[in-house]
């Protein structure tokens, strides 16, 4: 007999969490964004497209400072000034689609929005060079179309999004094994071995735009992500791929990941790439 060939489709990551004692605990629901280019129908999910906003307060502004500034501003000034720019839409997101993200009582929109410009100062010692990102909580009904004024970008169109249309589809997740107690990646390992399958390829973690659910460490190794505000280990909250539909391109044409702090949602995000 050769080797032991694998026909019988892969378990679901519920059916491999069912069949490893301990793993269960570390599913998480997601929702994959499976996002293409159209318009976005107003009122529904969507990256990109047309701004909403509520009315009669000021469209935020990134203030930080750009490392590309630098080129704007004449080397004589004493103090070098930031340079503000308005933040863009990177994408709208309704409560029906993601019902397992932490929405504040009475909120039923995401709005992220972000500086598309590059930072690097903006994560204190940890390093960090991409978009700075804002997320906004709000009742849909509170919102109105808005007209921004024009962001002022300095990385050509690489954090710009087409706009896009999803198609949310809700599934359980697991991570990767660097998440894993030492013990239970061996047990996940023992299993999948006898079962003719990988866990990083076959289950563990969704990939591509995702809300929720775990992020991928592929580049890295684990890299723990604590609240700048109060200290709490965040939660993965979304993950911006490069290439494909809406076209942007983060990190080296790796992944955003923005962390959300479990103990309050307007602490500022945490932010990751891989
Ligand atoms: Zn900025
Ligand atoms: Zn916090």
């Known amino acids: 007999m050769g080797a032991v060939t694998h026909t019988a489709p892969a378990p679901s990551p519920a059916e491999l969490a069912a069949a490893v004692p301990g793993l269960a605990e570390y599913l998480r629901p997601a929702t994959l964004l499976n996002p293409y280019a159209a318009q976005p129908v107003p009122g529904a999910s969507g990256i990109g497209g047309p701004a909403l906003w509520a009315v009669g307060a000021p469209w935020p502004h990134c203030t930080a400072r750009h490392p590309?500034?630098?080129?704007?501003?004449?080397?004589?000034?004493?103090?070098?000034?930031?340079?503000?720019?308005?933040l863009i839409t990177l994408a709208h997101l309704r409560a029906e689609d993601a019902p397992h993200l932490p929405w504040p009582e009475g909120t039923d929109l995401l709005q992220v929005l972000w500086c598309p410009n590059d930072h690097?100062?903006?994560?204190?010692?940890?390093?960090?060079?991409?978009?700075?990102v804002e997320l906004h909580w709000h009742r849909a009904a509170d919102l109105a179309p808005a007209?921004?004024?024009?962001?002022?970008?300095?990385?050509?169109?690489y954090y710009l999004p087409?706009?896009?249309?999803?198609?949310?589809?809700?599934v359980l997740d697991l991570p990767d094994r660097d998440e894993l107690?030492?013990?239970?990646?061996?047990?996940?390992?023992?299993?999948?071995?006898?079962?003719?399958?990988?866990?990083?390829?076959?289950?563990?973690?969704?990939?591509?735009?995702?809300?929720?659910?775990?992020?991928?460490?592929?580049?890295?190794?684990?890299?723990?992500?604590?609240?700048?505000?109060?200290?709490?280990r965040m939660n993965h909250l979304l993950t911006v791929e490069s290439g494909g539909d809406p076209?942007?391109?983060?990190?080296?044409?790796?992944?955003?990941?923005?962390?959300?702090?479990?103990?309050?949602?307007?602490?500022?995000?945490?932010?990751d790439l891989q």
Request: proline fraction near 12%.
């Open 181 to 232: 107690q030492e013990e239970l990646a061996y047990a996940v390992r023992e299993f999948t071995a006898r079962q003719g399958i990988e866990y990083q390829r076959d289950h563990g973690r969704a990939d591509g735009w995702k809300l929720g659910g775990w992020p991928s460490w592929h580049s890295t190794d684990l890299v723990p992500i604590d609240c700048g505000r109060c200290g709490e």
């Open 68 to 86: 590309e500034d630098e080129y704007l501003i004449p080397r004589s000034a004493p103090v070098p000034p930031t340079v503000p720019t308005a």
């Open 162 to 170: 087409q706009p896009c249309a999803l198609r949310p589809e809700q």
């Open 120 to 132: 690097d100062d903006i994560q204190g010692e940890r390093f960090y060079y991409g978009p700075a």
């Open 147 to 157: 007209t921004p004024p024009p962001p002022r970008c300095s990385q050509e169109d």
């Open 247 to 271: 076209g942007l391109c983060v990190g080296r044409h790796g992944e955003l990941h923005v962390f959300v702090c479990p103990v309050d949602v307007t602490h500022p995000v945490g932010l």
